[in-house]
């Protein structure tokens, strides 16, 4: 009861602060002029009796702050700390918008990459149990990874013991049908019963019913959300609307959920079921997804598949002679490529981060020892040491907050445009991307951060008190013991700085020239000057062969009659791609080599390799004459020529592909690069497309304005026929520029190289405030040398000395650092080995000049000394 | 204790119960101003005097403290715990002596 009515009291003076102060005031004053009464009566005169009577009183303030403390105004000091603080850091701008920027770069950078390893990493999966998720394909001698066939899936199915579920799945494009035109977007084709072997429930309607992906069942689809948003507009009404595909009318039967994602598959917009059932055994068209069985590992799965696979090769030996399995963990299969590039990233930030800090707390360290005779000032008139220590306390974590404040905003602001400055292409491989907040890992990662350097920054400036307030302080003669302990200390951490800023700047060169080899890399063609576009041309429509042969040769001169286009060609899929579509072919007379390996197809028109701008090495290429009398005729590349015959020897032999009549080899061309750009050439063979006439192909067009040509090809093709859809239209150099391992290439060295420049920055801020701070400390010292003649040069000599040192073993401590580093990142490296000379010299250099402008400003300082000033100085 | 005390007989300012205290004691003990006023302020946080603004006799502005019923009440808890401390030092001293 009584606390209660404290605690009321007391609420009631902390809200009447103000009145409660002025009241007291005028109390004391009151009193103050009794006592003068009191003693002006004894006989004493009115301003001796003032003196007297205030002397009497005793010290005004500290009555006044004990009353206070009384009450329990803890935090009327607090609030004067903060006030101090905030004027001492206002006076000192410099200073305090350096350790202020400095803390929110390190902060701001370590938030947001912790956010993306959060989202790509650490979030879990959107699916039931992921862990007992795998993914299997079919393992051939070529490769590990390939794909499934129909019947092999319902054999897989059935015969397996090791899964709960198995299901396949096959990337397509559909060419949807809209008021607009046709449009190509993108969509996966379904089992049945994928959905439910990932654990996944629409959020709106329903998933597929067993036997919906049968050639009979209706067609039905699902929407990714995106796409519901997008395309829909997210009304709810959408459930069963119809929307065409591929000429085919499909009903909407649901809606994936937001946070959905799969990424062996995406981008995709619409999944449909399969319905294609009619495929051969050794039509490989899909990959497969499975559930282990409830304590089933990943090795029993696999051993149980090989006997799978074992039994299927000895039923049918034409198809499935030597075509294994592959299980992998599906968890891996999306992460697994990610996983290096964001740890890397995760320790750059944490580098700089580290670096932050270091740098700051150094700062914090000079500041307080350029206060010391404040400190001992305040001390000897009454400060207690524990208000000087929260003093000192309260400045670190103002700058910590305002610090954290200003960093997490940035990571916040640059989270939320991170959607719009991700590249398309590396958001559909990394679709959790998009939903990069500050999620509450994220929250709790930064609390976490800010905690710890509140933490670092409030002990810092304490550990360096001095014990007790002495003459010597308030005098400040030279060096004192703890002024060369931090030095040393400071020092030493400015090695690291600088060590830190050499490995981040070999990575960031390393990954620099990587990139630049690989934007470089051996095309095969002439790739400047050339527009590409994808055709899709309407099933219905062209049905037969004849009628895509005549489509596609009006289609070629309708193109080759455009302004400034000097040819063109066509081909089943364009160069710089996925370097999917392969077969494996048999060369005649020598029916066993490679029989089983798959290589690249490709189906070309006579124009298409001038219009590339291939090099021809042996023979000739395709003419129209050969179009037109069906000749069988191939040109192969040279890496195929290396495997399937004696050198020089290829011209005039022949080979099968599929069920085709035999095709002789009439020309040998360099090799092309028709897969990714950091993947091997593989052997690939030319085909005149009227031998393999297909509704879907690439279209390529050399011409000098290859950028506006691009609108004007849809125009163009749309004269002839408005169904065809002209889609992903870009110029060979943007598709090279853009692909995938290109824009991972890039991004990481920009990245990197953002750290590094930061890192540079800091590493440098941090040698010139140990070089200064040493300066400062040593002024005597140089008054003194110069004083017994020491020149001018002598001195900033002494001053660039020991900065040289420092840098030296900076330099050579992170260049051993980046080494390791580098063979560590070597998988992220193409072209270019972790020993790469060139770059280790070049920051060598780069970073030596820098801490030699950054440390000849306050050498430079020092030899300016008046020897006079510095001698009396302090 | 002693603030109490004084109060118990009439409200009084800061200035009046640091005099009264020094009269009554005859100059033996004197209150120092630096403990009165935290003194006077922890009676008030803890209800045991009121405090209000009024005039002196010579129609100065003072603030004049009053002793409340909660105040009493300390006020004789006080003065028991003390008499309780005074007769057992008493009685050390008395023993001390007498053995």
């Known amino acids: ?874 | 204790m002693l603030i109490l005390r004084t109060l118990e007989r009439g409200p009084l300012h800061g200035y009046g119960i640091a005099l009264s205290i020094r009269r009554i004691s005859e100059d033996v003990l004197t209150v120092e101003e630096g403990s009165l006023y935290p003194a006077l302020q922890r009676s008030l946080l803890e209800g045991w005097v009121k405090a209000e603004w009024g005039k002196t006799e010579t129609n100065r502005r003072a603030r004049f403290y009053t002793l409340t019923p909660e105040g009493h009440r300390q006020l004789g808890v006080e003065m028991s715990e003390f008499e309780q401390m005074i007769a057992a030092i008493g009685r050390v001293l008395a023993g001390s002596q007498a053995g």
């Open chain 1, 1 to 874: 009861m009584r606390a209660i009515g404290r605690l009321v009291r007391r609420m009631g003076l902390l809200v009447q602060r103000g009145r409660f102060r002025s009241e007291l005031e005028e109390e004391m004053r009151f009193h103050r002029e009794e006592m003068e009464r009191e003693i002006e009566a004894g006989g004493v005169n009115g301003a001796e009796a003032r003196r007297a009577a205030r002397r009497r009183f005793g010290n005004e303030t500290r009555v006044r702050e004990r009353s206070q403390e009384v009450v329990g105004f803890q935090f009327e000091t607090v609030a004067q700390d903060l006030r101090f603080a905030v004027r001492q850091l206002r006076r000192n701008k410099g200073f305090t918008v350096t350790a202020v920027v400095t803390l929110a770069l390190g902060i701001c950078a370590s938030v947001a990459i912790f956010a993306i390893v959060d989202a790509a990493l650490i979030r879990p999966l959107p699916y039931r149990e992921p862990s007992r998720l795998v993914s299997l394909y079919e393992a051939i001698s070529v490769g590990p990874q390939f794909h499934i066939s129909w019947p092999d899936y319902l054999d897989w199915k059935r015969m397996n013991k090791s899964f709960d579920a198995l299901d396949i799945y096959a990337t397509r494009s559909y060419m949807e049908k809209t008021p607009q035109g046709v449009q190509m977007v993108d969509g996966v084709d379904v089992s049945d019963g994928l959905f439910k072997t990932l654990g996944v429930t629409p959020a709106l309607g329903r998933d597929f019913r067993t036997g919906e992906d049968l050639a009979s069942a209706p067609r039905t689809v699902i929407l990714s959300y995106g796409a519901w948003q997008k395309r829909y507009g997210g009304r709810k009404d959408v459930l069963g609307q119809t929307v065409t595909l591929n000429g085919e009318l499909n009903t909407i039967i649901g809606v994936l959920p937001r946070e959905f994602h799969f990424v062996p598959a995406e981008p995709a917009e619409f999944w449909a079921t399969i319905h294609d059932t009619r495929s051969e055994r050794g039509s490989h068209n899909f990959l497969g997804v499975a559930r282990m069985k409830k304590g089933v590992g990943l090795e029993q799965a696999a051993a149980d598949m090989k006997t799978v696979t074992a039994q299927l090769e000895r039923q049918y030996p034409d198809t499935n002679r030597g075509r294994g399995s592959t299980v992998l963990s599906l968890t891996e299969v999306i992460r697994g490529d990610v996983r290096p590039v964001l740890v890397m990233l995760l320790c750059g930030a944490a580098l700089l981060l580290l670096i932050a800090c270091v740098n700051v707390v150094s700062l914090l360290l000079t500041r307080a020892e350029n206060r010391r005779r404040e400190i001992a000032v305040r001390g000897a008139l009454g400060a207690s040491r524990v208000r000087l220590m929260r003093q000192f306390v309260t400045e670190g974590l103002l700058l910590v907050a305002t610090g954290s404040v200003v960093g997490a905003t940035l990571a916040a602001v640059a989270l939320r445009a991170a959607e719009d400055l991700v590249p398309a292409d590396m958001l559909a491989r990394m679709p959790y991307l998009a939903g990069m907040r500050m999620s509450g890992h994220v929250l709790l990662f930064t609390a976490g951060i800010v905690v710890l350097a509140g933490i670092v920054f409030g002990i810092a400036p304490v550990l360096r008190m001095p014990e007790s307030v002495s003459n010597e302080s308030l005098n400040d003669g030279g060096r004192t013991a703890a002024g060369t302990g931090w030095k040393r200390f400071g020092s030493k951490l400015v090695v690291v700085e600088l060590a830190t800023a050499v490995v981040l700047l070999v990575s960031a060169g390393l990954l620099g020239k990587s990139f630049y080899r690989l934007l470089h890399v051996e095309t095969g063609m002439r790739a400047e000057h050339l527009a590409t576009a994808m055709i899709s041309l309407p099933r219905a429509q062209y049905a037969k062969d004849d009628q895509i042969q005549l489509l596609t040769k009006n289609l070629l001169e309708r193109v080759e009659r455009l302004p400034g286009v000097a040819s063109a060609g066509i081909v089943s899929d364009l160069p710089v791609g996925s370097g999917d579509g392969m077969t494996a072919v048999q060369v005649v007379g020598n029916p066993e080599l490679h029989k089983n390996d798959e290589i690249v197809a490709r189906f070309a028109s006579p124009g298409y390799f001038s219009a590339l701008g291939a090099r021809l090495r042996e023979g000739r290429y395709f003419t129209e004459e050969d179009e037109m009398t069906k000749l069988p005729v191939v040109v192969i590349n040279q890496t195929m020529a290396r495997w399937y015959f004696a050198s020089g020897q290829a011209i005039g032999q022949q080979i099968k592909a599929w069920d085709k009549p035999p095709a002789r080899v009439i020309g040998v061309i360099d090799d092309i690069r028709e897969g990714p750009l950091e993947l091997e050439v593989r052997p690939a063979f030319y085909l005149p497309s009227s031998a393999g006439p297909d509704p879907g192909f690439g279209l390529v067009v050399r011409t000098e304005q290859e950028e506006e040509l691009l609108p004007a090809l849809s125009a163009a093709i749309h004269e002839l026929d408005p169904g065809i859809a002209v889609y992903a239209e870009s110029t060979m150099s943007g598709k090279i520029h853009d692909s995938p391992s290109a824009t991972i290439h890039r991004g990481s060295a920009w990245l990197v190289g953002g750290f590094a420049a930061t890192a540079l920055l800091l590493g440098v801020v941090g040698l010139y405030g140990v070089i200064a701070y040493s300066v400062s400390q040593r002024t005597r010292e140089i008054g003194v040398r110069m004083a017994l003649g020491a020149g001018r040069g002598r001195v900033m000599k002494m001053v660039m000395r020991e900065a040289g040192w420092l840098t030296v073993m900076g330099i050579a401590a992170g260049l051993a650092c980046s080494v390791v580093a580098a063979t560590m990142m070597r998988g992220l490296l193409f072209g270019v080995s972790a020993w790469d000379g060139s770059t280790l010299i070049a920051v060598a250099v780069v970073l030596g000049g820098a801490a030699l402008a950054a440390s000849a400003i306050p050498a430079r300082r020092a030899a300016s000394v008046d020897p006079m000033e510095a001698l009396r100085a302090e």
